[in-house]
């Protein structure tokens, strides 16, 4: 029983060390010296003794191996990864420069063209194009740099992983040495301890039966106690032997094994670590130079000697001379130039006698559009006739009709100058065509008939300087003169042509007389409010026209021409082009609707009046033969004015199509 006890005391002791009691610690990864600062001098001083204390006791546990190698794969992990980065980085960097130096060698050939600018612009452009030429060769630097450092941290990712897979089989496998032995140990102990049971047992007399039967038959009680010691030292000897083998390798692997395991495991972590920091370290300043190479392209530094120094892009750009190009392109022609030609003169052949050849200057008594007037209301008298009482200062001259159609074809108008008014264009009556007289439930035309049809002739001359102008006035101004926000003409016009133009054919696309355009625009820019008679500015009466609504038409179409600014504004004509371009058609009507709702208050209440009316007009489409589309042909650039390109024509049409087509969705009908 003594000797049992002892050796239980024994395997407990070499199964589990007492610690040391001499002051030193039991485990040094750095060699068979153990001390209590062996790892403390792998950390940071800062980090005080308790964090290096713990550091120990994780190394020196049996988890210690497999914690490290759990370390070192993140470290792997980690640099493949930016080396995955640089690979991608150096790949685009590489095509960026390439294209760039592309498009460099590119651009300097075509600037040599000689269809493109020379002079200044030249010279000045191959300096820029040579800038960026230089910015390329520092972004291909760049990419093969990074493209190094690549391949270098994907070498050092492999040797590391390497040797971690190395070493995770050595350490492993002394640790999965000593497991086994202990475990054998316990399984020889478990054994010896259950025959000293049996043996003490029969020892003490404590017998389930009389006899034990063996192999030669019953056994008596002394042999029976005499086997089970046998069998008790044996199993005692084989549990000592797999103590000391467990002991002795457990030595080994705390002594020996773990720590050089644990030691070239920190030696990977360390220099995996330190490359991929390194290799970070070189990134930065890679691309450091990078930019400041780019910067000292774009920008060069001011040295001492101005003169030699390098020229930033910004000074290049600066030194381009376009009116010197300009003349210099145009003076290198001056040789093709020529002499200056004669004047044109007419000369009369001399056959032509002086009875026979008109002054050019008695063509335009023969020509006069007043006398033309009359004549053609001999021809075609109206109901009108009587009462119209139109200015004219050749009325007793004899007139010739036969020499003009008797049709209005539409002619284009022209300025109000005394000239211009004596030279019609050839195949235009100055007789409008007639209207027939409206049936309206009002009487329109009760005013007395001399004071409402007769017209000033000192109002309807163009050529006096007008009173209180009106075309050519802003929107603005007349709000803040007037008081209105939709100027007088602009609300006569639209009431004349919905009164007597709606079944009109071609209204707004066929001209009106030039004449009549003239004497009209007259009236309203001499009007003052104070003197002259309203009915000589009320287009309710169809003889305040001259009958004629195209006319009216033309005159509307004029005073938006004029406009100094036009209806749809120079400010917001980018954002309609932009929004014309929109394809699909609901979307292309709400930005509409954004843009006209920011006009100022003056434009936006004259175009809601011009949509609404215009609206009407192509209402009757089946009459006047004007749909949203012809509209739109005639007022796209009469609201929206002149844009930098002929392709903008096509979305201007567009854009007042679609403001006709969405009326009601745009502007409410009140």
């Given amino acids: 029983m003594d000797n049992r006890e002892s050796l239980d005391r024994s395997s407990v002791e070499i199964a589990h060390p007492l610690p040391a009691t001499d002051g030193h610690s039991a485990y040094n990864p750095n060699g068979n010296s153990l001390g209590p600062d062996s790892f403390q001098q792998q950390g940071s001083n800062a980090s005080g003794n308790e964090s290096s204390e713990a550091v120990d006791a994780v190394l020196r546990s049996d988890i210690g191996i497999n914690t490290l190698l759990t370390r070192l794969k993140q470290s792997v ?35 040599r063209r000689p269809d493109n600018r020379q002079g200044s612009y030249a ?23 990074i493209h190094q450092m690549h391949e270098d941290l994907h070498d050092l990712a492999a040797n590391i992983e390497r040797g971690r897979k190395q070493w995770k089989q050595t350490g492993l496998s002394a640790e ?62 084989d549990y000592a ?39 970070l370290q070189k990134f930065a300043a890679f691309n450091e130079k990078l930019l400041l190479g780019n910067g000292l ?31 210099s392109y145009i003076a290198s022609f001056s040789n093709k130039a020529g002499a200056r030609p004669a004047d044109v003169r007419y000369q009369p052949h001399s056959s032509m006698g002086p009875s026979q050849q008109a002054h050019p200057t008695d063509l335009r008594s023969q020509f006069d559009p007043a006398t033309h007037t009359a004549a053609s209301s001999t021809l075609h008298p109206t109901p009108f006739a009587e009462n119209t009482q139109l200015p004219s200062t050749a009325q007793n001259q004899p007139s010739e009709p036969e020499h003009f159609p008797v049709q209005n074809s539409g002619a284009p108008s022209y300025d109000g100058s005394p000239q211009h008014q ?74 004349a042509v919905e009164l007597f133009g709606l079944d009109v054919e071609g209204i707004y696309r066929l001209s009106g007389s030039a004449t009549h355009i003239a004497k009209l625009r007259a009236i309203f820019d001499n009007a003052d409010k104070d003197v002259t008679d309203p009915s000589q500015v009320d287009f309710r009466n169809p003889e305040s026209f001259f009958h004629d609504v195209n006319s009216v038409a033309g005159l509307l179409k004029q005073f938006f021409r004029d406009l100094p600014d036009p209806l749809l504004t120079h400010q917001h004509f980018q954002d309609f082009i932009e929004a014309a371009r929109i394809d699909d058609d609901v979307t292309r009507r709400d930005s509409l609707h954004a843009i006209v709702n920011g006009l100022p208050d003056p434009n936006y209440a004259t175009l809601r009046a011009l949509t609404l009316h215009l609206h009407r007009v192509q209402e009757h489409s089946a009459a006047n033969r004007m749909n949203s589309n012809n509209l739109a042909i005639c007022f796209g650039p009469t609201l929206m004015g002149t844009g930098s390109s002929i392709a903008d024509n096509g979305w201007q049409v567009r854009v007042i199509e679609t403001i006709l087509q969405n009326t009601y969705q745009i502007f409410d009908d009140d």
Avoid: W
């Avoid at 101005?306 to 300009?326: G, M, Y």
């Fill in 422 to 495: 004596k030279f019609p264009p050839l195949g235009i009556t100055a007789a409008p065509p007639q209207l027939p007289q409206p049936q309206l439930s009002s009487p329109l035309y009760s005013q007395p008939s001399t004071p409402a049809t007769t017209i000033n002739p000192d109002l309807t001359h163009p050529e006096l300087p007008p009173l209180r102008p009106v075309f050519g006035v802003s929107l603005e101004d007349l709000l803040n003169r007037d008081g209105s926000a939709i100027p007088l003409v602009v609300y006569q016009c639209l009431q």
């Fill in 176 to 237: 999965k040495r000593v497991q086994d032995s202990e475990t054998l140990m316990e399984k020889a102990k478990a054994k010896y301890d259950s025959l000293a049971e049996d043996y003490d047992r029969a020892r003490t007399g404590d017998r389930q039966s009389g006899r034990v039967f063996g192999l030669k038959g019953p056994k008596s009680a002394a042999q029976h106690e005499e086997d089970l010691h046998r069998k008790m030292q044996a199993a005692d000897s």
């Fill in 77 to 111: 992990a980690s640099a493949r990864e930016f080396a995955a980065f640089l690979k991608k980085r150096s790949t685009l960097e590489e095509e960026h420069a390439q294209g760039l130096k592309k498009i460099c060698k590119s651009s300097h050939e075509s600037s």
């Fill in 241 to 279: 032997t797999k103590v000391q083998t467990a002991q002795s390798q457990r030595q080994e692997l705390v002594s020996t094994q773990r720590p050089q395991a644990v030691r070239a495991i920190l030696d990977l972590i360390n220099e995996c670590d330190a490359g991929l920091t390194l290799q």
């Fill in 297 to 327: 392209c774009v920008s060069p530094l001011k040295g001492q000697n101005n003169s030699t120094s390098p020229r930033s892009l910004r000074d290049v750009v600066f030194q381009i001379d376009n009116t010197h190009d300009l003349n």
């Fill in 123 to 145: 010279q000045h452009y191959d300096e820029v194009i040579g800038i960026h030429d230089r910015l390329a060769d520092n972004g291909i630097q760049f990419a093969l740099s």
